[in-house]
């Protein structure tokens, strides 16, 4: 009865960061920010959620599958992260910057 | 065109996730019979297995996993393991493919479809990741890489 509730607490503190995700997702400028928002909320929340489903269904084979789930969205949703980026990064793309006018010609133009 | 450097990251993280992926192949192949999955659908995922050292390590570090030669001789040994299941149990006084009738001694007809279908999919599945990984090495032939 307890594992239900901190599991169900679990699982929808993930579903809060996926939103977040989406959020972000929609809301940042550009390539690398969008990436940054999808890449650590994603993980997070889908993380969260799995480890609340494993405190719902026990300690069963299912719960077992679902730990190298948890294991591998750890392992290679940061690392898929980091090849988008990496590959925006060598074919040229340039971060975005907030163009302050007060600063003038600033070091931080991205241009 | 830039040339592209192999990232020690995203190398040392298909290292380690490859040979998982290629356990879930197998598993996904040989649990084929009796719950989701089969040839196809595990042929795939070993073909994703290997397109990932091909696309982390770059193509020529990967020929020392599956060399590019092999591609389509394994797609054809996959075809006659496949046609050759067939071809056997039409020998044997069947139809093509009627796993019922193939010629092995001491297997009861429920056994014997299930060894049947095993082979079967075992061909496919052999067939399929050969052909992938030949269909990648021929779309980057003469592209130049480093």
Redesign the interface.
């Known amino acids: 009865m307890i594992t239900d509730i901190l599991g169900i607490a679990s699982a929808i503190a993930g579903a809060f960061f996926l939103l977040t995700g989406g959020i972000g997702l929609i809301r940042f400028p550009d390539f690398y920010s969008r990436n940054h928002a999808t890449g650590k909320s994603d993980t997070l929340g889908i993380m969260l959620v799995i480890f609340g489903l494993m405190l719902i269904e026990g300690f069963t084979l299912n719960s077992a599958k679902l730990l190298f789930a948890l294991i591998?969205v750890f392992?290679?949703n940061p690392?898929g992260t980091?090849?988008l980026v990496?590959a925006a990064l060598?074919?040229?793309l340039k971060p975005w910057f907030r163009k302050d006018k007060r600063k003038g010609e600033g070091s931080c133009t991205g241009k | 065109m830039i040339r592209y450097k192999s990232n020690l990251i995203i190398l040392m993280v298909s290292r380690v996730v490859s040979p998982f992926i290629m356990l879930f192949a197998l598993y996904v192949i040989f649990h084929g019979h009796y719950s989701a999955g089969g040839g196809f659908q595990g042929g795939t995922i070993m073909a994703a297995s290997l397109l990932l050292m091909r696309l982390a390590a770059g193509r020529e570090i990967a020929q020392l996993q599956f060399r590019t030669i092999l591609g389509t001789p394994l797609g054809s040994i996959g075809v006659l393991i496949y046609f050759g299941t067939g071809f056997m149990a039409m020998l044997a006084g069947g139809e093509f493919l009627n796993y019922g009738f193939l010629p092995f001694a001491g297997f009861q007809a429920a056994e014997l479809r299930s060894l049947g279908i095993l082979m079967v999919e075992i061909g496919v599945g052999l067939a399929v990741m050969a052909i992938l990984v030949a269909i990648y090495d021929d779309l980057l032939e003469g592209y130049p890489h480093d």
């Open positions: 591998f392992l290679t690392a980091h090849a990496n060598h074919s040229g």
